[in-house]
């Protein structure tokens, strides 16, 4: 595998800079050097930032290099040009860019536990306010915990609405039916009434969960939440809001509507599971935030199963919450796929366009703006706007491009398409953008054996 350098002593050796560093402390070298550098106007030109510019692009190029070598000698690559986040044959989505590089580099670097931990410590503090935070391996398991309760907890109540399985999640009934408490299941898959919430909720002892997203609107859902919230204050009960489509980013929150963390524990939550493998691109995990009892209790149980997240996920996962908390994430992150505007896609989507028109077996390529669910039930209540490539077959297409999803194309990718009844298109949304040679050669190049390589 290709080893990329990221830190300056891996491209010169420590013995080469620490002699140009003696060299140039000399008076009569360093008076000649700064009166060099004063004459050019090195402050005006901005080295450093043309200097990071280059490098950044030089690693984008690397990197695209080193992920072609691997695909060669594996199993094809995937790229998702359908436009939905979660899919039936994408059960995961990818880490961030930068996430991913940090991870790999503490799998290989010792890291101290207690540095880890501070670390995870520092970034609930910067993002999650006060809250008390424990950073569990799963959500299933953070579920259970919560749901096994401390001593007196007394049954489990959720609602049929939100008994849903959420893609790239889970099923919520069967992770809260492994708890050690009896599952109290209230309404019908077409609503649940307050009559209901409190008939079932007779003590302060008792556990109401609800999870997001269900298969309600957006109406219909902040409704059933606050007769839910408003039944088990009134019995004392506490409520445990699995928020799977949650962020902590409030720009996404305003864009598309998902919940934000932290206003969930402010408007009736007294304890919320954030999984941190969904919108927040991160290693497979969950955060548990809130009531303090509650939460050091599941920690406490925890830690005794080896349920704690830690190491280099625990490492990865505080450096998704960091990115996606930012107000201006950076563009390796999926909350930045996810806030980048529909036009920056406009121009790849028309250079792409021109050409693939009359390649190959292609008669006609028009760019086209696409709306797409964020994913299957229950994710389809969010859409994304995006700009794609819309392929107009001639001849034996439609043949090739299946040929390429079943991972038979000479190239060594799988295309996850948008299939329509006479044509096929190619949502950009989450293909970035030094795969589109790839993607060039994988529609055109097969049919077409003299097609020139595509302009950067």
């Avoid at 004063?38 to 510019?53: F, M, N, S, T, Y």
């Avoid at 190029?61 to 060669?72: C, L, M, P, R």
């Avoid at 408003?230 to 699995?242: D, F, H, M, R």
């Avoid at 929150?253 to 939550?269: C, D, K």
């Amino acid at each position: 595998m290709v080893k990329i350098p990221r830190r300056l002593d891996e491209l010169v050796p420590a013995a080469a800079m620490e002699k140009l560093l003696e060299v140039l402390q000399q008076p009569d070298i360093s008076g000649r050097v700064r009166d060099a550098l004063h004459k050019v106007g090195l402050h005006d030109a901005a080295p450093l930032e043309k200097v990071r510019d280059a490098w950044q692009q030089a690693r984008g190029w690397i990197d695209s290099v080193a992920e072609k070598v691997v695909g060669s000698v594996s199993s094809p690559r995937l790229l998702n040009a359908s436009g939905q986040m979660f899919t039936n044959s994408l059960s995961t989505i990818p880490w961030g860019t930068s996430v991913a590089h940090e991870f790999a580099s503490t799998v290989v670097i010792y890291q101290s536990p207690v540095a880890l931990a501070r670390k995870g410590e520092e970034v609930a503090r910067r993002h999650l306010g006060s809250h008390t935070v424990a950073w569990l391996s799963s959500t299933s398991e953070a579920l259970r915990l919560l749901a096994s309760g401390t001593d007196g907890v007394d049954g489990v109540v959720l609602s049929r609405l939100d008994a849903v399985r959420i893609a790239g999640l889970g099923d919520i009934r069967s992770m809260l039916a492994a708890s050690s408490n009896r599952l109290i299941e209230v309404g019908a898959s077409n609503g649940v009434r307050a009559e209901d919430w409190q008939l079932a909720l007779t003590h302060k002892k008792q556990i109401v969960v609800l999870a997001s997203p269900n298969n309600l609107s957006a109406v219909d859902k902040r409704q059933h939440r606050e007769t839910a919230v408003t039944a088990a204050q009134q019995s004392g009960a506490k409520v445990i809001e699995l928020l799977a489509d949650g962020v902590i980013n409030q720009t996404l929150a305003e864009r598309y509507g998902f919940p934000l963390a932290l206003q969930a524990l402010e408007s009736g939550a007294d304890v919320v599971v954030l999984p941190t493998q969904l919108l927040l691109g991160g290693p497979v995990g969950a955060i548990v935030i809130g009531h303090a009892e509650m939460v050091n209790a599941t920690r406490l149980a925890a830690e005794n199963i080896g349920g704690l997240l830690g190491g280099a996920s625990l490492w990865a996962a505080a450096l998704t919450v960091d990115a996606a908390a930012m107000s201006e994430p950076e563009q390796s992150t999926i909350a930045a796929q996810l806030s980048v505007n529909p036009e920056n896609l406009h121009n790849r989507a028309r250079r792409l366009a021109l050409q693939l028109t009359g390649r190959g077996e292609i008669r006609d390529a028009q760019e086209v703006q696409l709306s797409t669910p964020l994913g299957p039930s229950p994710w389809n209540r969010y859409s994304l706007s995006s700009w794609g490539v819309r392929l107009k077959p001639s001849g034996s297409l439609s043949d090739l491009l299946r040929q390429i999803a079943r991972g038979e194309s000479q190239h060594g990718l799988k295309l996850e398409l948008i299939h329509e009844p006479e044509s096929l298109s190619i949502n950009l949304r989450f293909i970035p953008p030094q795969c589109d040679h790839e993607l060039v050669l994988a529609i055109a190049g097969a049919g077409d054996q003299n097609t020139p390589s595509p302009t950067p």
